[in-house]
Nanobody, 117 residues
């Protein structure tokens, strides 16, 4: 059974940086893609970024150039480096993984990011 656990959220001032980590316990079968979604108060959950097992990345326009997604397959860990944070980045950030062969999705519990002065 795969479990995803996020960490690294917190309160940061506008313009600051945070790095989120998603640690996977158990083995996620290949091929797979991992990524981050976020949900701001009163808004629908939105896609932020994804990274394939081979390191191909994609980003939502709202975070492109400011966020960097990466993963360490040997450690079963994924990261989201967030720079130049804005108040509108305030949200709960969720880690996710999708196994293509089994069509299985996994989600973490979320980590809160607050961008405020």
């Amino acid at each position: 059974q795969v479990q995803l656990v996020e960490s690294g959220g917190g309160l940061v001032q506008p313009g600051g940086s945070l790095r989120l980590t998603c640690a996977a316990s158990g083995s996620i079968s290949s091929p797979n893609v991992m990524g981050w979604d976020r949900q701001a108060p009163g808004k629908q959950r939105e896609w932020v970024a994804t990274v394939t097992g081979g390191g191909i990345t994609n980003y939502a326009d709202s975070v492109k150039g400011r966020f960097t997604i990466s993963r360490d397959n040997a450690k079963n860990t994924m990261y989201l480096q967030m720079n130049s944070l804005k108040p509108e980045d305030t949200a709960v950030y969720y880690c996710k993984a999708h196994e293509f062969r089994r069509g299985q999705d996994y989600w973490g519990q979320g980590t809160q990011v607050d961008v405020s002065s």
